[in-house]
């Protein structure tokens, strides 16, 4: 049966300083450059999105999505360029704005702003906020984020940064609307919050079984009802990993999985995670590792549970050699894509 809803499929990536594939750490304006290249590998493979994330850590070297995209516009033709996700929380909203509308405009219509709380928080005070206004500045920020893409002149006081007098905003899109999503971790808060506005939803969908997640779609297809919003869209992202066997890619990743969450969790007070835990998140959970085949059929199950219209697929986790992410790109979009749409049912 053919699916109604044609799905769009992206790469992510928050920037995880590479390895040569001598095994050496590039530095951060290396991985910057080698983001860029994989990117155009991507727009020429047909891949329809690239996310790059915004951290503030040793281990990323991307802070500033919005510059990298822009790199990228230049040398590329199709592809939507997108954060995954913008910190709006510890940014201003109106410079945000401008900084999309311009990269909107470098790769004529092309760019789309994902907003998020972030996962990290090295951003606030690093920016001078503090985190006892967590809830606060994301509430007003996004509010004021809303009313400035309507693209008119915008009033609005708040309590986190100087108030608005019919401040009108330039550039403005071609379009008349910058593309705009909201990126949520799975609470039902950011849910609701992100209908109440009409936003687009991005999950990120990062461990356990997906259709936990199920509920939530649900929840935010109501909320938008209730808001007085039409149907919006729905994607997911969620990290894999993909090489010419199943074998192949569990003992490339296993090492670079295992580094990347023992990093995370000394500063979250997670156990170390075992072999036999990544093994059930690769079989039951939201880990999309293995050879194309078996990453289509798991990406084409997810999609028909979930009924979503976008799956991004999370690559180079940790200090992945070049090689092996070029790789993954090649086989995501010269073979597990077609195959998705396949099993799909799309044309």
């Known amino acids: 049966m053919t699916r109604q809803k044609k799905i769009e499929f992206g790469i992510d990536s928050f920037g995880d300083i590479a390895r040569d594939n001598n095994g050496n750490l590039l530095s951060g304006a290396a991985s ?7 990117a155009v590998m991507a727009d020429k493979l047909g891949i329809d999105a690239i996310g790059l994330g915004e951290h503030h850590r040793f281990e990323y070297a991307i802070s500033s999505p919005e510059m990298v995209l822009a790199g990228i516009a230049g040398k590329t033709k199709h592809i939507k360029l997108a954060s995954a996700v913008t910190v709006l929380s510890s940014g201003d909203p109106v410079r945000v704005y401008q900084r999309f509308s311009t990269l909107d405009a470098l ?17 606030f005070p690093l ?10 500045l994301f509430e007003e920020k996004i509010e004021l984020f809303a009313r400035i893409l309507k ?23 071609e379009s008349g609307k910058l593309a705009t999503l909201v990126g949520v971790g ?61 074998r192949e ?20 007070g997670w156990p170390n995670i075992t072999r036999e835990q990544f093994e059930q998140e690769i079989s039951q959970g ?12 798991k990406m084409a199950a997810t999609i028909r549970m979930l009924d979503i219209e976008r799956f991004d697929i999370v690559y180079g986790f940790g200090p992945t050699m070049v090689g092996d992410r070029e790789r993954m790109i090649e086989l995501y979009g010269g073979e597990v894509i077609p195959r998705v749409r396949a099993l799909l049912g799309e044309e």
């Open 127 to 136: 920016f001078g906020y503090d985190l006892r206004d967590y809830e606060i």
């Open 151 to 173: 693209e008119t002149p915008v009033s609005w006081e708040g309590t986190t940064r100087p108030s608005l007098d019919e401040a009108d905003i330039f550039p403005k899109t």
């Open 186 to 246: 799975g609470s039902p808060q950011s849910v609701i919050r992100a209908a109440k506005y009409g936003f687009p939803l991005m999950l990120a969908v990062i461990g356990g079984s997906p259709r936990r997640f199920k509920p939530l779609i649900e929840l935010y297809h109501r909320a938008l009802k209730s808001n007085g919003h039409a149907i919006q869209p729905v994607g997911i992202h969620s990290p894999g990993f993909i090489a010419e066997t199943d």
């Open 32 to 38: 910057i450059r080698q983001v860029v290249k994989e």
């Open 286 to 297: 939201s880990l999309y590792v293995g050879s194309p085949e078996t990453v289509a059929q």
């Open 107 to 123: 790769s004529n219509g092309r760019a789309q702003v994902i907003l998020g709380r972030g996962s990290f928080t090295e951003s």
């Open 249 to 268: 890619a569990k003992e490339l990743f296993w090492p670079l999985f295992k580094l990347h969450h023992e990093r995370v969790g000394r500063t979250r």
